[in-house]
């Protein structure tokens, strides 16, 4: 959630430097924010049938990394602004939607994973870090875009860095169940 933090902080101005409308900025972003309830809700309801919540994160930041990709390029070798503002809508949408999924499949994980540990202090302190590392990837993305504008993919590759750091970790976590074995 850190990530969709950072962009819905800085998407205007990001999507600016690559010459998007302050309009069309907020169309993409709102999109977006539209399209993800609809990915938390699949994510949800397919994580509650089948119960497969490190498989269900592997692939939702194997996506989210793919996507994130497919956008820094788009955003660095298309020259076209509609054809970034048309596939812009697309990508980031997936890219949010994807990102909400991982948020609200992850909650439920780590409750699982703490067991017997309450929700609400699992929760509320994976929330926490999840806010705090949203405030740095800000500040470090508005860094790039407003100091060293000839680097402002950099921001995207440090998007692309913390999700291969979360597909590491996740591919380590012992998947145990612990409500779930009671």
């Known amino acids: 959630i850190g990530i969709w933090n950072m962009y819905g902080t800085i998407f205007t101005p990001y999507m600016a430097k690559y010459g998007i409308t302050d309009s069309r900025a907020a169309i993409i972003s709102s999109t977006a924010n539209f399209v993800s309830i609809f990915f938390a809700m699949i994510g949800s309801y397919i994580l509650d049938k089948t119960k497969k919540f490190r498989f269900i994160l592997l692939i939702c930041n194997f996506c989210a990394l793919i996507i994130m990709i497919l956008f820094t390029i788009l955003l660095e070798f298309v020259k076209t602004l509609d054809i970034i503002f048309i596939l812009g809508i697309l990508l980031y949408s997936s890219l949010v939607g994807f990102l909400i999924t991982i948020h609200t499949n992850g909650m439920d994980y780590v409750c699982e994973l703490t ?9 509320g302190i994976i929330m926490s870090m999840n806010q705090i590392f949203g405030i740095g990837l800000t500040h470090l993305g508005q860094f790039f875009i407003d100091d060293i504008k000839e680097y402002k993919f950099i921001t995207n590759i440090l998007v692309c860095t913390a999700l291969i750091i979360s597909l590491i970790t996740l591919w380590f976590i012992q998947d145990k169940l612990l409500r779930h074995e009671i």
């Open 115 to 123: 067991y017997p540990v309450g929700e609400s202090q699992s929760g």
